[in-house]
């Protein structure tokens, strides 16, 4: 239970980042791998944690770059749409 403790009062403020979208996924990661290096908890991040953090993590990324595509998607569709206004 230490330990669980101990990674998550070092893991949120990376998790806040990778959550955001606006950060290198790879970079953020490596952060938090040394911090829990120099913590003495990597080996039970690298056996119990870092798959699970992992599998989150590609999903936020996924999900805020179908955000991204969509709003983009949306605004060509507005920007059509204002076009065909224009030519009647």
Do not use: H, M, R, W
């Not at 009062?9 to 938090?32: F, H, I, M, N």
């Not at 829990?36 to 770059?65: C, D, R, W």
């Amino acid at each position: 239970a230490a330990q669980i403790a101990a990674f998550a009062a070092l893991a949120l403020p990376y998790y806040e980042k990778l959550c955001s979208g606006d950060v290198s996924y790879q970079k953020t990661l490596e952060e938090l791998n040394a911090k829990l290096e120099e913590a003495g908890l990597s080996t039970f991040i690298e056996t119990t944690v870092a798959p699970a953090f992992q599998s989150v993590a590609k999903n936020l990324i996924a999900a805020a770059e179908a955000q991204k595509l969509a709003a983009e998607e949306a605004e060509k569709q507005k920007e059509n749409n204002d076009e065909s206004g224009d030519k009647i």
